[in-house]
């Protein structure tokens, strides 16, 4: 037998930290803060026309998904909603949602009064499960809203599939998916309509700010006239034809994401590259099971590296206390979600608010064991900064689990 070493105490109970690295996010350097400087001398803080540097910003994206159109807003749960509105749907419609998301993806459903209707998750990619996409389908079904969880792809041969076959909208929610590929083609373009945030925490951000692609002239028409007060190119100024609301960004937010577009294409690579890298030093950890979809061909933004977690084989412990521990060793990780959405008080306690909904629906009846396992047990991430980070850290993410796992278990 082995001479058993002598044990490191976890960071947790006052042992060194296992990663040295710091992981900062964003990433800038002078260009963003010239591009900011000089926008801010000119004293053009701002354009109604969404001409200038937000145009300029717009193409640049469409050109770089290989969409038609980009049409940027507000933020990412405002793009949804866009995307929702301009889909037609109808007060007491349904749209078919993933329960592990963020809120938005449910939420903008509820906001333009239609029904999210939760579907499990396939149980090795935690994105939607097109096995149980039909059994979900009704009369009032309108769209489907997948969501590239972390930035891996969805299987969206099979999910387009069944939109064609009941003639239902899909609406990519790729708000984790900045330049991340599905056999050739960037997620966002290949739905009716991709939706994109640049939130702070994003994979391409400006703090706040989204978008909205589509290779679709009458969407594009009505999506840009839903988020610049209802207007319209052929109409003046005070021409409203639609029930919009002012969901501009400022040329500030756009001159920063231009400037931080520059950098997206290494940064996907490096995160793709230390994934793969993570998959195959965790996938031989015991008990740690990364998150995979095969062999078909993809780009991951890993905006999470996501991998199960099995207490089992850590001494019974559970995941929110392995979680304190990796922070702790320095990896900057979260259990995620606590429940999945359909257990918010939002859904769980209805009030008048969401009065489109008909009394027939009764969310507390709703189970999705893969996602209710994945909040509870499984799902753990690592955020996407940390995958900025070299081979070695990489190397000393693995040895932090393989400690916590010797120190459980002794
Ligand atoms: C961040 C996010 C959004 C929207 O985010 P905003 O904060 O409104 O920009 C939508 N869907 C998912 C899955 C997200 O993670």
New binding site residues.
């Given amino acids: 037998m082995r001479e058993s070493t002598q044990t490191v105490p976890l960071a947790l109970h006052g042992g060194p930290k296992t990663v040295q690295s710091e992981f900062a996010w964003p990433i800038f350097d002078e260009r963003e803060v010239n591009t900011v400087a000089e926008l801010v001398r000119t004293g053009q803080w701002g354009n109604p026309d969404c001409a200038g540097l937000v145009a300029e910003f717009e193409a640049q994206f469409a050109a770089y998904c290989g969409t038609k159109y980009a049409i940027s807003c507000v933020?990412?749960?405002?793009?949804?909603r866009l995307a929702l509105m301009a889909c037609g749907v109808r007060p007491g419609d349904e749209v078919i949602v993933p329960p592990y998301?963020?809120i938005?993806?449910a939420s903008t459903v509820l906001e333009v009064n239609c029904v999210p209707v939760f579907v499990d998750l396939d149980p090795d990619t935690y994105n939607l499960d097109p096995a149980h996409i039909e059994a979900a389908i009704t009369d009032r079904t309108r769209a489907i809203i997948p969501?590239h969880?972390a930035g891996l792809p969805c299987d969206m041969d099979a999910i387009l599939a069944i939109a064609q076959r009941y003639n239902l909208r899909v609406i990519e929610?790729a708000?984790?998916a900045h330049g991340a590929e599905y056999r050739g083609r960037k997620l966002g373009s290949i739905g009716d309509l991709g939706?994109f945030?640049?939130?702070s925490?994003?994979n391409l951000t400006s703090g706040?700010?989204?978008m909205v692609i589509t290779n679709d002239d009458a969407l594009y028409r009505t999506v840009e006239s839903l988020r610049n007060v209802g207007r319209l190119p052929e109409g003046q100024w005070y021409d409203h034809f639609n029930p919009g609301c002012n969901y501009r960004i400022s040329p500030l937010q756009a001159g920063l994401l231009i400037e931080q577009l520059k950098r997206l294409d290494d940064q996907t690579r490096q995160r793709h590259e230390n994934g793969l890298y993570l998959d195959s030093l965790l996938g031989a950890i015991d008990g740690i099971r990364p998150m995979s979809r095969g062999d078909a061909p993809l780009v991951h933004a890993r905006?999470l590296y996501m991998f199960r977690y099995d207490n089992r084989v850590f001494g019974n412990l559970p995941k929110a206390e392995f979680v304190q521990m990796l922070a702790a060793e320095g990896v900057p990780c979260s259990g995620g979600y606590p429940h999945p959405l359909y257990k918010q008080p939002l859904f769980q306690n209805r009030n008048w608010m969401c009065y489109a909904i008909p009394d027939s629906v009764d969310y507390t009846d709703v189970h999705c064991p893969v996602a209710e396992r994945a909040c509870s047990d499984e799902g753990i991430w690592i955020f996407q900064h940390a995958l900025l980070g070299s081979r070695t850290d990489m190397d000393a993410f693995a040895e932090a689990i393989r400690k916590i796992q010797q120190a459980v278990n002794r």
Avoid: C, I, P, R
Avoid at 75 to 80: R, T
């Fill in positions: 933020n990412g749960s405002v793009s949804l998301t963020f938005a993806t969501v969880f929610d708000a984790h939706s945030s640049f939130q925490s994003k706040e700010g989204g905006h």
